[in-house]
């Protein structure tokens, strides 16, 4: 199965793409999916999944795009 990940903010950098396809033998969960990224799960992040929020510990489907940014603060 295959799911799109968009990286966001210093993301881009720290990740070295923008935007790229992942391949996955079994359903991951958002955190698998993001620790195969190469990002913690011990920092906060926002994660979107086909433009909705998802929880924690949900499994991703064939053909999922996650969007994920750091969480930004200022003003």
């Known amino acids: 199965m295959k799911i799109t990940v968009k990286a966001a903010g210093y993301l881009v950098h720290q990740l070295g793409f923008s ?5 996955f ?7 698998e999916a993001l620790a195969t990224v190469g990002l913690k799960a ?3 992040w926002v ?27 200022g003003g």
């Open 47 to 73: 994660v979107t999944r086909n433009g909705q929020a998802v929880k924690a510990g949900e499994r991703l489907q064939d053909g999922d795009r996650l969007f994920i940014a750091p969480i930004y603060s």
């Open 25 to 31: 033998e079994n359903s991951p969960t958002v955190e």
């Open 19 to 23: 935007e790229r396809e992942f391949s």
């Open 42 to 44: 011990d920092r906060p």
